[in-house]
């Protein structure tokens, strides 16, 4: 099966292989807030550095209102950078070049009811620059792998929230991109959904796709990714290694010390 | 992205914006209310005892008009907002798609489908007119036609304001006081040719940027036997081509 021009293959460039699959170089975010008078500056984030490598799982913890979702939203080049430099193998998220590289999962998205997930997946894949017979293939690959396939004749609206999830996954994973950023993905998911999602995850890191996964779920992110970045308050408190949170008695133990006043404390 | 890609890009969100509209629960109401109001339309023509032909056309060219202009402004006006609620804007901005091209491909599946509420609304109104046994005027179709153009106009400043207001309320108050204006541009040129000096400079800008709707009110010049000159054509383009480019240039801004 060729590859469409926009996918590259999954051992990448040469240059690819030196550089950081994704790099954020003492970056600043500000939102502006609109109030009664004018409107005020809220910074999410400032001096924001850290790299994550090629084929390295990484995960995303804080507390709701750390800047998780921005960060992951200047990945996808949805929201710009007031200081310093965001880059997907060195190029800008906004260039379509980077944009290829990406798989984006925002949190519970929403899909059209009346329409089939194969309509769905085929309409993302053209817009990712997919062409036939390779989209079609692809769409049931992305089915395939997913675990929605015995599912292919119902309509979204039929469809839990688990298998909206899958399907979720499956637009994100459509183009084979080497980048996959997951914005929460296990959220509210039974037990046996997220055991799915977590091989899918697994599956694709052993073909070497980076993957950035944002989760409330400490336990989930322990077992998915080889290395943490708790963010708080804006800042990135700490890089936990998998081998540091093995000895250290737990992810979840480290994660509340730094968020917690009394990591303040120390 | 090659000219062929970006055609083929904004392809596909045109017509999957207007699949959707399709689908939607609020375009079959839409539908059933367009059918509703022709048909009472019909019974008050018959009030009418001479000129019922011309009632009838009038009233159903006024509802083809109004059906599309507030489908326009409904749809338009909460666009983004619904769009960022459902995170779909994010599935496609994530994607090697330029934010212009997913404009125009916004854009374009609004005026296809008020096209295509122009079209099964002016079947119900000639299917209204046949029923009564009278014979569809022959300025309908090119009044239909400037219907639409109107609406395509008011469709491209409509984005243009959803991403200057802060709220869906104020898009669409905005988009309507523009429909309202854009009928009234025509009382500038008397205007103008009273007025001097900063005056007359300021009535002269109004007259530019405010789109003269009234070049495509086409039900009297069309009967006349001049439905539409190329110049207002030129012009409708031009007014849709400008609002475009600034909402354009705001939709790369914009942050999601």
Not at chain 1, 179 to 191: A, F, N, Y
Not at chain 2, 4 to 18: M, R
Not at chain 2, 84 to 93: A, F, P, R
Not at chain 2, 219 to 229: M, N
Request: aromatic share 10%; with cysteine.
């Amino acid at each position: 099966m060729s590859r469409n021009s926009v996918c590259f293959s999954a051992a990448g460039t040469a240059a690819e292989n030196d550089i950081p699959a994704i790099s954020f170089h003492n970056v600043e975010k500000k939102y502006k807030i609109n109030r009664l008078f004018g409107t005020a500056e809220l910074t999410a984030f400032k001096d924001l550095s850290f790299d994550i490598m090629k084929g390295e799982t990484a995960g995303l913890l804080g507390l709701n209102g750390a800047g998780k979702t921005t960060i992951m939203k200047l990945i996808a080049g949805l929201i710009f950078c007031n200081e310093g430099k965001v880059e997907i193998f060195g190029k800008s998220p906004l260039k379509p070049e980077a944009k290829s590289l990406i798989g984006f999962l925002p949190e519970l998205p929403y899909f059209p009811p009346n329409e089939k997930p194969l309509n769905v997946l085929k309409y993302y894949g053209k817009l990712s620059g997919l062409k036939e017979p390779y989209l079609s293939a692809r769409a049931n690959e992305a089915l395939e792998i997913t675990g929605l396939k015995p599912n292919q004749e119902k309509k979204i609206g039929q469809f839990s929230k688990g298998m909206l999830q899958r399907l979720g996954l499956a637009q994100a994973l459509m183009h084979k991109p080497k980048i996959l950023i997951l914005d929460e993905p296990v959220s509210g998911l039974d037990p046996i959904a997220i055991r799915d999602f977590r091989n899918i995850l697994s599956a694709e890191a052993a073909n070497g796709t980076t993957i950035l996964l944002s989760s409330h779920s400490i336990s989930e992110v322990e077992k998915i990714c080889g290395r943490v970045l708790i963010m708080k308050n804006g800042r990135l408190a700490r890089t936990v290694q998998k081998e540091d949170w093995e000895k250290d008695g737990g992810l979840e133990e480290i994660f509340i010390n730094e968020v917690s006043d009394k990591g303040r404390e120390k | 992205m090659g000219i062929i890609s970006s055609l083929k890009i904004i392809n596909e969100i045109a017509f999957n914006t207007f699949k959707e509209s399709l689908k939607s629960r609020f375009f079959a109401l839409f539908a059933i209310f367009a059918f509703i109001m022709l048909y009472a339309s019909a019974l008050g023509s018959m009030l009418s005892i001479s000129h019922e032909e011309r009632v009838l056309a009038d009233i159903s060219l006024l509802l083809i008009e109004i059906m599309c202009l507030v489908y326009a402004l409904f749809h338009v006006s909460s666009a983004l907002t619904r769009e960022i609620q459902e995170k779909t804007i994010y599935l496609i901005l994530s994607r090697p798609v330029p934010r212009h091209i997913c404009l125009a491909g916004k854009e374009l599946g609004v005026m296809i489908t008020t096209a295509f509420i122009a079209l099964i609304t002016s079947i119900m109104a000639i299917c209204v007119i046949k029923t009564r046994g009278l014979d569809v005027p022959s300025f309908f179709f090119a009044a239909v036609a400037g219907a639409f153009l109107k609406t395509a106009i008011i469709t491209a400043f409509a984005f243009l304001f959803s991403f200057v207001s802060t709220s869906d309320t104020t898009a669409f108050v905005m988009s309507g006081l523009l429909y309202v204006l854009g009928h009234i541009t025509s009382e500038l040129g008397p205007l103008m040719e009273k007025a001097s000096g900063a005056k007359y400079l300021m009535l002269k800008a109004c007259s530019i940027i405010f789109p003269n709707l009234n070049l495509y009110s086409l039900r009297e010049t069309a009967e006349a036997g001049f439905p539409l000159s190329i110049g207002a054509l030129a012009a409708a383009l031009i007014w849709i081509a400008a609002a475009y480019a600034i909402s354009a240039w705001l939709f790369s801004k914009k942050e999601f």
